[in-house]
């Protein structure tokens, strides 16, 4: 995904303290609470009714603590490029501790969730992508293979199969994809329970699905432990990610403990299949609300891989990069569905943006379920429209940071590049093999959800070419 990018080292100018603006206020809601209900049942509203009253920077209360919300192109960039010790992710994210484990991700020290982040780098770059791109084509086809030559799926649920296979057997290796059959999957599914919104706030409150998210972390570390010690036993050496990892030191020259392993591994794996999977769904609903653009995306993949349904061309990376109209539709998809409606940070020194500041303590947010339906940023933005991005219109080429579904500035997701692939890899082949319609109304997005997936039911009827 292309944006547009302008380089600027210089933090926000201090503003002068007889000038400081008062944050607006969004009232409504109900004590303590505040606005947690309506976060519930439809955050979009809550968020353009506050936008529409009081602009780019407001404020809320939400369950006991202060938000300020920062939308616009402007906003995004004071915020994402914000250092760690004024806007804290880490003090927000302590709920995906459960599930990571002690020691990776939001729970190690900057300096070393850094350097645990560039193990990911060698995972991929592009020599690894060209492969994954194969890996993917087979797992897509052998999961359509079994649907016979017509049925009815829920799309929600296939897409997850999909990515989540997708994700294992690039990411994590032969042994994890081959484990799914011994109950990994299920175990996966549990984990993914954890990620709730009741779990953001109370992340050990002993819920029926955070006890499922606890048990099923230590039968992973398990799992994935009992397959180190066969490959140190054996001498076998795998080219994947854990292997990396395997051989992987700190700068002090410290290997990881297996512990560490299986966090970054979990990691990597939510990173790498849990947003895709919920906007993959996404492309279809829109797509059969908005059949008039499936010629155009048909006629694109003859071009590319040769007419019928049968694929005598592989799928490659410079194929999936050449699927122009299919991007778009992924991009209209990530700015219309964010599968993360926000992004918050704990302010940790007062953070000052346009004479606002935002004290110590507070809650900073941006919102990309927001700041993509800005009709200042994208005309009539509550239409599908892929072509928006197309030139010579390139809406998204306003500004810097229009679009903040993977994030943005050195916050923005490592694997973005991976997701597109994968995306235009399911959806390539769903399309090239399958005629599809809904069977049921389009859902609305399930905002019960930390990642914002459709509604169920989400059923569409396929018929095999």
């Known amino acids: 995904m292309q944006q547009t990018s302008t380089k600027r080292t210089n933090k926000p100018e201090p503003v002068k303290r007889a000038h400081v603006r008062p944050i607006p206020q969004l009232g409504g809601g109900v004590p ?93 770059g592009t020599g690894r992508l060209r492969k994954y791109v ?89 799992l994935i432990g009992g397959i180190l010690a066969d490959r140190r036993k054996s001498g076998r050496v795998e080219d994947d990610f854990m292997q990396t990892l395997m051989e992987a030191k700190y700068k002090s020259g410290r290997g990881l403990t297996d512990d560490e392993i299986s966090g970054i591994l979990l990691t990597v794996l939510f990173g790498g299949q849990h947003t895709s999977a919920t906007l993959a769904a996404w492309v279809g609903v829109e797509l059969l609300q908005h059949k008039h653009h499936l010629p155009a995306l048909h006629d694109e993949l003859d071009s590319l891989y040769g007419e019928g349904p049968d694929f005598t061309t592989p799928m490659s990376l410079a194929s999936l990069k050449a699927s122009d109209r299919l991007h778009r539709v992924v991009m209209e998809c990530e700015r219309m569905h964010p599968p993360l409606i926000m992004l918050v940070r704990k302010v940790m020194k007062p953070f000052e943006f346009d004479g606002f500041v935002v004290p110590e303590g507070k809650m900073a947010m941006v919102a990309p379920a927001l700041s993509h339906r800005l009709p200042t940023v994208f005309k009539d933005p509550h239409r599908f429209d892929p072509d928006r991005f197309a030139k010579p219109r390139e809406e998204h080429t306003k500004a810097n940071l229009t679009l903040i579904g993977f994030g943005g500035g050195k916050h923005r997701c490592v694997g973005m590049g991976f997701a597109y692939l994968q995306l235009k890899a399911i959806w390539s082949t769903f399309l090239k093999r399958f005629d599809f319609e809904l069977a049921s109304p389009a859902p609305a997005p399930d905002y019960g959800n930390w990642v914002t997936g459709p509604q169920q039911p989400c059923r569409v009827r396929y018929t095999r070419k």
């Open 32 to 124: 303590f609470l505040g606005q947690a209900l309506g976060f519930q049942t439809n955050p979009l509203d809550v968020l353009e009714r506050g936008w529409k009253k009081h602009g780019d920077v407001f404020g809320f209360k939400m369950a006991g603590a202060d938000f300020v919300l920062f939308a616009g192109p402007e906003a995004h960039d004071a915020y994402f490029r914000a250092a760690e010790d004024h806007l804290s992710a880490k003090d927000v994210y302590q709920f995906t501790i459960p599930i990571f484990g002690k020691g990776v991700a939001y729970d190690a020290p900057r300096s070393i969730m850094d350097e645990q982040l560039k193990f990911l780098l060698p995972a991929l």
């Open 134 to 222: 194969e890996l993917m084509q087979e797992e897509i086809i052998a999961y359509t293979d079994e649907w016979g030559d017509q049925g009815e799926i829920d799309l929600a649920r296939a897409t997850n199969d999909i990515t989540v296979n997708v994700a294992a057997r690039c990411l994590l290796g032969r042994e994890i994809r081959e484990s799914f059959y011994d109950g990994f999957a299920d175990l996966y599914h549990d984990l993914q329970l954890g990620i709730n919104t009741i779990g953001f706030f109370a992340p050990k409150l002993p819920t029926p699905s955070h006890i499922k998210r606890d048990r099923a972390r230590k039968k992973v570390v398990k």
